[in-house]
């Protein structure tokens, strides 16, 4: 099936009891059982609920999965990963990677004993050199936020596999309508689906995606145990959303490459960072495994300097100043004291998010408009 059909239909079975051809919201806690332990395959809702079910098969099939898992949150989604590790265990993670991320690392497992080692993914060998044997797992974000920066999932999952060490990607920026990791040889996919999957800045919600069984029901434990799951309103609008991803992603796809281009011939604008470029570091390693480029473009002024930044930032129209990023409307966003501020700056700077720094989330507004209303913020 084709991924345009496969959108559209995953996870829709018509409801049995009425025929009806949207999954209905089971806005319940409990059901109902037939004698103790005797039930439809549903007890409680926090380990199951059937608009939790379909969006779940929805995931897994986006994704070219066998299995998924819905939680309340991307966050809580990355977190039952690392709830997989025990003391002593090290991680080898990205030097680029979001925020809030970095914050779950830092901030709440590693008092726990969980080492992280931070290395630049986009060379292979930095990974391989950082291997040891208290390694299991590997978490990649790719296309970076905000840098986008590039790691090949294929060379680090062969690097990985000889050594039953687990690749994990954040795959939130390219969504699977551009990016399918498990076919290039990860074990988990992990998607923000508050992003692209919704689409429409209106829920928050996480996934993961994998097609081993055996890691699903860990998974699934630490699900049901900790209980950071969606309610079934917010199962339901993603589901709606998924349904025109294809058609969204091709429209962000379409205006992310006008306003990439543009920004680079802008002679008030330093540097473009949007995998697209053909002298982007990463850009054969994206046409590679990517279907296309994406939305997500950081850019920093000529100049650099950080009130001129601050000034464009408050200076939009159509592109919104707000965190978050992957719905219909274009936004705008200052990483350094927003989505990335949980990062110390020494560590910011060093990796090379300056604090001038402009993020962008393209929608699928006109082009042409969006353009008019960059250039007149920068002036």
Not at 75 to 88: C, E, N, Y
Not at 128 to 150: G, H
Not at 262 to 268: D, E, S, V, Y
Not at 312 to 328: D, I, K
């Amino acid at each position: 099936m084709k991924p345009a059909t496969k959108y559209i239909h995953a996870g829709m079975n018509p409801d049995p009891s009425t025929g009806a051809i949207i999954p209905p919201v089971y806005q319940t806690s409990t059901y109902v059982q037939e004698a103790p332990a005797t039930h439809k395959g549903y007890e409680y809702a926090r380990s199951q609920n059937p608009t939790r079910t379909a969006l779940e098969e929805a995931y897994a099939a986006i994704e070219n999965g066998n299995y998924a898992l819905a939680f309340s949150s991307g966050v809580a989604a990355t977190d039952a990963v690392i709830k997989l590790l025990q003391p002593g265990d090290e991680v080898i993670c990205a030097n680029d990677m979001y925020g809030g991320t970095y914050r779950l690392f830092t901030k709440v497992f590693e008092k726990f004993g969980i080492r992280f080692i931070y290395v630049d993914t986009t060379k292979t060998e930095n990974i391989r050199k950082s291997v040891t044997d208290k390694t299991k797992l590997i978490w990649i974000e790719t296309p970076t936020n905000p840098l986008m920066n590039i790691t090949d999932i294929a060379a680090v999952a062969k690097i990985a596999k000889p050594k039953n060490i687990l690749v994990a990607v954040d795959n939130t920026f390219a969504s699977p309508a551009l990016q399918n990791p498990l076919d290039c040889g990860a074990d988990i996919v992990m998607h923000s689906a508050t992003k692209y999957l919704g689409g429409h800045s209106d829920v928050i919600q996480g996934a993961l995606m994998m097609n081993d069984k055996d890691l699903r029901e860990k998974l699934y434990f630490i699900q049901k145990s900790c209980g950071a799951v969606p309610g079934p309103m917010d199962c339901f609008l993603v589901l709606r959303g998924i349904k025109t991803l294809g058609v969204r992603m091709k429209a962000h796809c379409e205006n992310g490459a006008k306003i990439a281009n543009w920004l680079k011939a802008n002679p008030k604008v330093g540097k473009v960072y949007w995998p697209g470029f053909e002298d982007h570091p990463g850009h054969e390693v994206a046409k590679k495994q990517m279907k296309a480029f994406g939305g997500m473009i950081s850019f920093e002024l000529k100049n650099d300097s950080v009130e001129e930044a601050k000034r464009v930032l408050s200076s939009t129209h159509l592109f919104s100043l707000a965190e978050s990023l992957g719905g219909v409307e274009s936004l705008i966003n200052h990483p350094a004291s927003m989505t990335h501020a949980s990062i110390p700056r020494e560590e910011r700077i060093k990796n090379g998010l300056s604090d001038s720094l402009i993020r962008l989330s393209v929608g699928i507004e006109d082009g042409d408009d969006l353009i008019e209303d960059l250039n007149k913020a920068i002036g």
